[in-house]
């Protein structure tokens, strides 16, 4: 019904550059918000970013000025551009988005996941 779809994760060196992609599709009626998160091995998934319908964006402390989030309504995309990467950036990098649906009730939204995308950053 709905497929959040990400591209762009790779392995770079510590100071490179990576920009995510992640785009919806299927019967989505608008867009709330759509978000990035990650995931290290052995840790809990952690939100890096997000950004609302009306273009406000959130960062995580770790992430706050080496990462942007952005957003292309009429695609229904959203990228993260990632800079000055480190090495504790390594994870894999899954795409949020909370939606409202054709021909269901919204509120409440309808919430999806990506596929995730493996980052890998080497010292």
């Known amino acids: 019904q709905v497929q959040l779809v990400e591209s762009g994760g790779g392995l770079v060196q510590a100071g490179g550059s990576l920009r995510l992609s992640c785009a919806a599709s299927?019967?989505?009626?608008?867009?709330?918000?759509m978000g990035w998160y990650r995931q290290a091995p052995g840790k809990q998934r952690e939100l890096v970013a997000y950004?609302?319908?009306?273009?406000?964006?959130s960062y995580s402390d770790s992430v706050k000025g080496r990462f942007t989030i952005s957003r292309d309504n009429a695609k229904n995309t959203v990228y993260l551009q990632m800079n000055s990467l480190k090495p504790e950036d390594t994870a894999v990098y899954y795409c949020?988005?909370?939606?409202?649906?054709?021909?269901?009730?919204?509120?409440?939204?309808?919430?999806?996941w990506g596929q995730g995308t493996q980052v890998t950053v080497s010292s």
């Open positions: 950004i609302i319908s009306g273009g406000s964006t």
């Open positions: 949020n988005a909370d939606m409202c649906l054709w021909g269901t009730r919204c509120p409440p939204a309808f919430q999806s």
């Open positions: 299927g019967s989505i009626s608008s867009i709330n918000a």
